[in-house]
């Protein structure tokens, strides 16, 4: 079972309920919000921007304390809050740290690829369980985790509409699936160690945005063919190409609305526990396709499925290779319950999240 905490509520992090205020002093009469410290691993990648300038300007946030492994100056895109610390999740002391006096510790820091097996999962899974441990240890009362759709595996009996009690189950080969469905185990066996810390769980589809392109070295899943021409921002021809395009189904979130539902777990809007986000509307390859400006022939999804799983049971199957799994079969979520019981809706359509990377 996930943590459920304490105090699902506490004064030291407000919900979006009206703000309790103490007194500052007796001549002047002023109050002052009671405000939370919140830290945050991989604050520069692309759910970091979606996070970070709602952190910026929400008045329930008094403090931000940001690490991660690259060089970053905060000051550059306005974020006054945040205190930067460059560091490795690998590195517990470093980890310590930066979550000294934090209410809350969010988890953003995953590598996608480049690395040996063994690094990447140092990283990721280590790296997450270093963190989760941090934060209890330094008393925080929430931790959220951003999860993945591919939590879920792609396997054959997966219904169309996963809502969050759909069990979560290691996909067949694709390194990142298998460890996203691991370290929702790992830390729901951490949070039943540490019942005072709150887990919180975010299991978005492929994140787009602005900061798409540079926060992550390629697109996941079946978007991976794609990453060289959003890295290069292609340009639409003006003269359409046909191309034949699998019609696989697809759901997209724009980076904003994963800040703002990392927000919601961050103010404990809602119980902690995994919520399944997304834009609305499921779009297909083919939509991609068209909106990259060509002209998109679709094929029939039964044979690509097919395909796709005989590619990826493959032996030697290089890492990025692996992605192919991800065709193998649709990984389509409901998101009612985190409308319902976080109070999240998302601004952008997965259309215009596409869109807003392609711009």
């Known amino acids: 079972m996930v943590g459920t905490g304490d105090d699902p509520l506490p004064a030291d992090c407000p919900s979006s309920a009206p703000l309790r205020a103490p007194q500052l002093g007796r001549r002047t009469g002023m109050t002052r919000p009671q405000t939370c410290t919140v830290a945050v691993t991989g604050p520069t990648g692309t759910f970091g921007f979606g996070l970070m300038p709602?952190?910026?300007t929400d008045e329930r946030v008094g403090r931000v304390v940001g690490i991660a492994r690259r060089p970053?100056?905060?000051?550059?895109?306005?974020?006054?809050?945040?205190?930067?610390?460059?560091?490795?999740?690998?590195d517990v002391e470093?980890?310590?740290?930066?979550?000294?006096?934090?209410?809350?510790?969010?988890?953003?820091a995953f590598l996608i690829v480049g690395g040996t097996p063994e690094t990447t999962r140092a990283i990721n899974v280590q790296g997450t369980l270093n963190a989760f441990r941090a934060a209890a240890a330094a008393g925080a009362k929430r931790f959220v985790y951003a999860s993945s759709v591919a939590a879920y595996g792609f396997h054959a009996d997966n219904p169309v509409g996963m809502t969050e009690d759909w069990?979560?189950?290691?996909?067949?080969?694709?390194?990142?699936?298998?460890?996203?469905?691991?370290?929702?185990?790992?830390?729901?066996?951490?949070?039943?160690?540490?019942?005072?810390?709150?887990?919180?769980?975010?299991?978005?589809?492929?994140v787009l945005g602005p900061h798409t392109v540079g926060g992550k070295d390629v697109l996941p899943g079946p978007l991976a063919p794609l990453a060289k021409h959003l890295q290069g921002r292609f340009p639409r021809s003006p003269v359409r190409v046909p191309v034949a395009v699998p019609d696989l189904p697809l759901q997209f979130v724009h980076e904003d609305d994963v800040g703002s539902a990392l927000?919601?777990?961050?103010?404990?809007?809602?119980?902690?526990?995994?919520?399944?986000?997304?834009?609305?509307?499921?779009?297909?390859?083919v939509d991609v396709a068209r909106e990259l400006g060509f002209l998109p022939i679709p094929l029939p999804a039964g044979p690509t499925h097919a395909l796709a799983r005989a590619l990826s049971a493959l032996p030697f199957l290089p890492s990025v290779a692996q992605w192919v799994e991800a065709a193998s079969h649709p990984a389509i979520m409901d998101i009612t319950r985190a409308k319902t019981e976080l109070g999240w809706t998302p601004r952008f359509t997965a259309l215009e999240a596409l869109r807003a990377a392609l711009r």
Not at 72 to 90: C, I, L, N, S
């Open 54 to 56: 709602l952190l910026q």
């Open 72 to 90: 970053f100056d905060p000051a550059e895109h306005g974020w006054t809050k945040m205190e930067y610390r460059q560091g490795d999740v690998r």
């Open 94 to 108: 470093a980890l310590t740290q930066a979550f000294a006096g934090a209410d809350v510790v969010v988890h953003l």
């Open 167 to 206: 069990p979560v189950r290691p996909a067949d080969r694709l390194f990142y699936a298998q460890e996203k469905a691991e370290l929702e185990g790992l830390l729901q066996d951490e949070a039943a160690q540490h019942p005072e810390l709150a887990l919180y769980l975010l299991r978005p589809p492929v």
């Open 263 to 285: 927000l919601q777990c961050i103010v404990a809007a809602g119980p902690p526990g995994a919520y399944n986000i997304a834009g609305d509307g499921v779009l297909s390859a």
